[in-house]
């Protein structure tokens, strides 16, 4: 939609597995053409986009990787990178290079996708050691032909802090609920207000999609939900021992840092 929209000459072709909603998106004007065979979507592109759960890109690699021409750059938009380099660069070579783009919110579907989605956006890309200047610097001008902001960093060091800056709360967010609805009355959440619902957004996201985003970065996620669990086992001693000065110094460091954060464009309200 956002390519549609700012580079209205570009030959647009999407494969999808459901013929009626690629209709919807041909209908919409938002592809030249729709495609149900991968093969078929890939040929002849300069670049692919997976847009998948990152558990079905090996299969997908390696249906299109035959058919690609010599031309074709490959990236996607998952948030874990770590898994998907190690999986696809040995079917793509250096034609691939991760990217996610740190936009999106708990809403899925057509209906739910904008135009402006990425303006202003963070963009990660994770190129490899052998990834040619070139191709990097053609996916840089793509992401920015968007409005996103381009960083690069190698596939673990993504992995590592987007399991800080996005997984972790996610899993905070599904957790929370869980707590509210295990110990509180099954009408309580009616009465929540604006730091309960603002702190729990995500836990509407799609399950299954965050349950593979988890278990494929699993590793980092453990390490920060340990180490969310020992920094809410101290508040809780603070708590414990009366020590309001030690309960005020946290909860002022937060702040601190939270009010440096800049003010987030209004059409990005998440991260996955």
């Given amino acids: 939609m956002a390519l549609r929209s700012r580079s209205p000459a570009a030959s647009i072709t999407i494969w999808g597995r459901n013929p009626e909603q ?13 495609e149900t065979d991968p093969v078929t979507a890939v040929r002849d592109a300069d670049l692919v986009i997976f847009c998948t759960p990152v558990g079905s890109m090996e299969q997908l690699a390696t249906t299109i990787a035959p058919h690609l021409a010599p031309q074709t750059l490959v990236t996607d938009v998952g948030s874990v990178k770590a898994c998907v380099a190690k999986k696809l660069t040995p079917l793509l070579g250096d034609r691939f290079v991760g990217g996610h783009p740190m936009a999106g919110s708990e809403r899925s579907g057509l209906a739910a ?10 963009c990660i890309l994770t190129p490899s050691g052998t990834t040619l200047p070139e191709s990097l610097e053609i ?4 992401w920015h032909s968007l409005g996103a902001q381009v960083t690069t960093m190698s596939p673990l060091e993504h992995d590592r802090l987007v ?3 996005s ?9 929370l609920v869980n707590l509210i609805s295990e110990t509180l009355p099954e009408d309580a959440p009616l009465l929540a207000g604006g ?21 494929e970065n699993r590793h980092e996620v453990i ?3 340990r180490e969310m669990s020992d920094l809410l086992g101290s508040l809780a001693e603070n708590l414990e021992e009366e020590d309001n000065d030690a309960v005020l110094d946290v909860l002022t460091r937060a702040r601190e840092q939270r009010v440096r954060l800049p003010l987030p464009n209004h059409h990005l309200p998440s991260d996955d």
Avoid: K, Y
């Avoid at 919807?24 to 729709?34: F, G, K, M, P, Y």
């Avoid at 997984?167 to 957790?175: I, N, Q």
């Fill in 22 to 34: 690629l209709q919807e998106i041909l209908n919409s004007n938002l592809a030249d053409t729709v």
């Fill in 195 to 215: 730091s309960f619902r603002d702190g729990t957004r995500v836990a509407a996201s799609d399950p299954a999609l965050w349950t593979g985003i988890l278990t």
């Fill in 163 to 165: 399991a800080r800056l």
């Fill in 139 to 142: 996916l840089t001008s793509f």
């Fill in 167 to 175: 997984h972790l709360p996610h899993a905070l967010a599904f957790a």
């Fill in 113 to 122: 996708a904008r135009s402006d989605l990425f303006d202003g956006a963070p």
């Fill in 223 to 225: 390490a920060a939900l």
